[in-house]
């Protein structure tokens, strides 16, 4: 793997910052600088937080000298928004949202939301469909010649051949169809320091690791060798291979979730047939020539060093003043703390793994404990933590001891793996320790914990559950039949009804009334609708209505998405799939309606497919 600089390597941990970035000329004049190095476009309203990648983004880069503005959520019929601030010096930085911009539009029946968490006053229609290449095209209108990096989580999933749910076929890599001269996929702070720094000195910004390019095939080897990569190479189905064969896209959503886990190879996407598909095609010969999609090895995770120097960075943790209205999403984690990236679940519907990682990077104790401070001083904070966590809160400083690369999918599915190591009694420590700061009230966790995981440590368990939940927390079994389960990559019924009993009986010993929120998955590939009311006749069983219900939607890039697509496991086995809008809603009403009253079910179904 290529080595790299430490992000912060030379860098004072607390550089001299503005209150906010500037987003206008005034801003930008009042702070002295005469121009901008970086624009970032963001389809997200602009909040100084570290959970909005276009401040967390802009604050790395300013700690690397450079001067840094935003533009939320411009106009797309038009350049001029994103000209206010002038050209920028190096590039203009693509991040369309903390959310993607179809999912933010659309819900799992195709129906326009009428809301958008991440827009003053929560409206809808602040960002455009496929933001992406929106702001893409825009920037090169604005600024003809001048760099555009795509980068965020709708980049990252479409950087090669992908499955698209709301137009029922399959688009090319986005790279290509937003004529973009770089893709940052992953967490892209040690990706875009790169590119800077490459384009100050005049250098070429392709072959930089966690990021994907249009080139000729025949240049890989080169960029293999000159970015200290392998001497093979990870060869994807071409993009006309999968117009062909639908079966291509499973072959690509595995071959991808192995090049992301093991972080060791190139990989690459021919447009044309031609170039064998393999997981380790060797570069010397390479004969082949034509257009494709070139992928780096991807980044290596930050160090914990590196993540408590960037959430040290002075965020305001505020909205811009500049906005008159609140924004959802800044009220509801404007109390939470993030204390690692990545999960280990590889769950087969989850995208978090292929643009997080598999491997956790987590912040050190200090970090932590320093944030928990900052918070409980802040009047809206008012010493309550509402969550500290993060993918899976009690993987904070879980690591894989394997020497040799890991070849398995998840960590945590079949069983979990020997390998993984998590110290949830270390984990529950750092709770008691936020918990016992100055001015602090109470800390809850509830980005929810991995109930399979947590089993192993019931002594930390308890903890959780007696002083850190309050009144409740949230748990993803997902389903609860053991065919759905394995499909998905999730524990089995069994181990789900030992964590219910252990969570109510350490809940009457606390003295405390506290129930479990299931999050629940409708019309996954595989489920028919037999599974459906066997889930429903458990669920009624035990007095349950569930609220958190989600109906699959095939999202970009997950081996979920390619079974929705081809019909088949990853094994090649036919599966049952609710394709038609008739075969999700009834899905659907059977988990989401009252019991046995198909009418009220129906009812049921439409107000939740308008939310």
């Known amino acids: 793997m290529q080595d790299r600089t430490a992000l912060f390597a030379g860098v004072p941990p607390q550089p001299a910052q503005p209150r906010f970035l500037p987003t206008s000329a005034a801003e930008l ?7 901008l190095d970086v624009l970032i476009i963001s389809g997200d309203a602009y909040v100084d937080h570290p959970s909005f990648a276009a401040a967390l983004l802009g604050r790395c880069l300013i700690a690397h000298g450079l001067r840094v503005g935003i533009v939320a959520q411009p106009r797309w019929d038009t350049p001029e928004d994103i000209r206010i601030m002038g050209k920028p010096r190096l590039f203009v930085g693509i991040a369309p949202g903390n959310l993607d911009s179809m999912l933010a539009h659309y819900t799992a029946f195709r129906k326009k939301r009428s809301d958008d968490a991440y827009t003053p006053g929560g409206r809808a229609g602040k960002r455009p469909n496929r933001a992406a290449i929106v702001y893409a095209n825009l920037a090169r209108r604005a600024f003809p010649g001048l760099p555009v990096i795509l980068g965020g989580i709708e980049a990252s999933l479409r950087r090669v051949t992908h499955y698209d749910f709301w137009t029922d076929a399959l ?33 070429d910004i392709r072959g930089i690791h966690g990021t994907a390019f249009a080139a000729d ?64 095609a060797d570069l010397a010969p390479w004969p082949h020539t034509g257009r494709a999609v070139l992928l780096a090895p991807p980044a290596p995770a930050l160090s914990g060093v590196e993540l408590d120097m960037l959430y040290a960075l002075p965020f305001a943790r505020a909205a811009h003043p500049a906005y008159t ?70 993987m904070w400083n879980a690591r894989c001891v394997s020497a040799p690369p890991c070849t398995r999918a998840s960590c945590m599915y079949p069983d979990i793996c020997v390998h993984f190591k998590a110290d949830q009694a270390a984990f529950a420590a750092l709770l008691r320790a936020a918990a016992g700061r100055p001015g602090v009230r109470r800390v809850r966790v509830a980005s929810g914990v991995r109930f399979d995981l947590a089993l192993r440590d019931l002594d930390a368990l308890a903890i959780y559950v007696r002083e850190f939940t309050g009144g409740q927390v949230k748990i993803a079994p997902e389903h609860i039949c053991d065919p759905v389960l394995r499909l998905m990559r999730k524990p089995g019924r069994a181990l789900f009804g030992e964590f219910l009993r252990a969570f109510r009986r350490m809940s009457v010993e606390a003295g405390k009334k506290q129930y479990v929120v299931p999050y629940m998955i409708s019309a996954f590939p595989g489920c028919t609708d037999e599974h459906m009311r066997e889930l429903s006749a458990w669920l009624k069983a035990r007095g349950w209505s569930p609220k958190q219900v989600q109906c699959f939607i095939p999202t970009p890039g997950t081996v979920a998405t390619a079974m929705y697509y081809t019909g088949k496991n990853p094994a090649g086995e036919l599966l049952f799939v609710a394709r038609t809008d008739a075969d999700r809603l009834r899905q659907h009403a059977l988990l989401a309606g009252r019991w046995g009253n198909p009418r009220q079910s129906q009812k049921n179904v439409s107000r939740l497919t308008a939310n």
């Open 325 to 394: 209205e609140s924004i959802p999403a800044e009220s509801m984690i404007r109390s939470s703390i993030a204390t690692h990236r990545g999960c280990g679940g590889g769950c087969s519907f989850c995208s978090l793994a292929l643009h997080q990682g598999r491997r956790i990077a987590s912040r050190g104790k200090a970090s932590v404990l320093a944030e928990v401070d900052a918070l409980a001083a802040l009047p809206a904070v008012k010493g309550a933590i509402s969550d500290l966590g993060g993918p899976s809160a009690n």
């Open 171 to 203: 688009r090319r890599s986005i790279v290509l169809d937003a004529k973009a001269d770089l893709l940052v996929y992953g967490m892209g702070e040690a990706a875009l320091v790169e590119a800077a720094r490459r384009l100050e000195a005049g250098m």
């Open 29 to 35: 004049s009042a702070l002295g600088w005469d121009g």
């Open 217 to 280: 095939i025949a240049l890989l080897p080169e960029f293999a060798r000159k970015s200290g990569g392998s001497a093979k190479a990870v060869v994807l189905p071409s993009h006309a291979a999968h117009l062909e064969n639908p079966d291509c896209l499973m072959t690509a959503a595995l071959q991808m979730e192995r090049h992301i886990h093991q972080g060791r190879l190139w990989a690459v996407q021919p447009l044309e047939e031609g170039v064998p598909v393999s997981d380790s």
